[in-house]
């Protein structure tokens, strides 16, 4: 008679952590390799490369999000990746990947979070946060006649029309990227529940042949630093123009992922509060005081079937909280960015 087999979490963890290089790119296969880790924007594969896998050493099958302070080993990469961190379904998953055979008990962890642990701050978080913070003052904050606004103009968003801009953006005249080089840059405050400054999002630019300011021909001209969970960028305060605190319970709150997305609805629709939520992973947990209920969630046309999961989780959250959710998508192109600049064009 065959006995059942008990396999501990975390040892299903160190087997998972010995197929690393297959694993992320079954999970996150919009990721890639950097060195001697794995990238990708989210636990939801999104594009960017705020969470990063350790593929060897002594930390191989590790990973942690910078935007969010998520992090883990590989069993909660699985429970976050495919299971919305319901580690008892990922380890049964992870069982029959590895080729696991026999009568085995599903043995988890005793620990086991609805989410991926979130990582305590550290002193690098302290770091990343005071670095944040000083290139936010850095910059002048009137980005008028800087190639900020102009960068902006060439994407059919003239701040003009708004009679104002918005106090969450800056430019700078000179910021270094990784890649060693400096250029100027638009940057945005991302803001917490209380309004304190979280982490601050760049735009690197840079003149193009043509004279006309665009992003910087550098690999990931666009960047976050600091960590940023439930924070947004606070882009514009609708009709009421009261703070996002004191918003007034019948306002309608759109939410979106990119600055330009989201300011590209800001001038079709200056009645409402528009916030950008930096990514999509982000769009479900932005802070938003208890008497807004009406959400208008503005969607990339992402078809991928990872993408639209990662979406319906963001629309079930704000249900889940008690919100009434509408969802708009732009008519052309990827976001409501391209719909402007195609409108501008023709008009």
Known sequence: MTGTLHIDASEVATLLARRIDD????????GRRKGRYWTVGSIDDEPGGSLWVHLSGGRVGRWQDAATGE????????????????KKQAYAWSLAWLGIGGDMAVAPSKSQPTRARVA?????????????????LEGQPSILGTPAAEYLAGRGIDLARL????????????????????????????????????????TWLD????????KAPIEDPKMT???????S?????????????????????????????CLSVALACPELRVLSAVSLANSAGVWL?????????????????????????????????????RVARSPIGNDFNDARRAWATAA
């Open 23 to 30: 694993l992320v790119a079954h999970l996150l296969p919009s």
């Open 71 to 86: 992090f883990g080993d590989a069993l909660d990469l699985v429970a976050g990746a495919r299971f919305r961190g319901d």
């Open 120 to 136: 305590p701050p550290s002193d690098e978080d302290d770091r990343l946060r005071r670095y944040a913070l000083r290139i936010w």
């Open 163 to 202: 009679g104002r801009q918005p106090r969450a953006l800056r430019f700078h005249p000179s910021l270094p990227h990784r890649s060693g080089r400096s250029f100027p840059a638009l940057v945005a405050t991302i803001s917490g529940a209380d309004g304190t400054h979280l982490a601050t999002h760049r």
């Open 207 to 214: 003149r193009g042949s043509d004279g006309n300011w665009t």
């Open 225 to 231: 630093v600091g960590t940023y969970p439930g924070g």
């Open 233 to 261: 960028i606070r882009l514009w305060r609708g009709a009421s123009g009261k703070p996002l605190k004191d918003a007034p319970a019948d306002e309608t709150v759109a939410i979106g992922e990119g600055i330009e997305t």
């Open 289 to 325: 005081p208890p008497q807004v209920r009406n959400i208008l969630l503005l969607r990339d046309n992402d078809m991928k079937p990872e993408a639209q999961a990662a979406f319906q989780r963001v629309v079930e959250h704000h249900l889940d909280a008690g919100r009434i959710v």
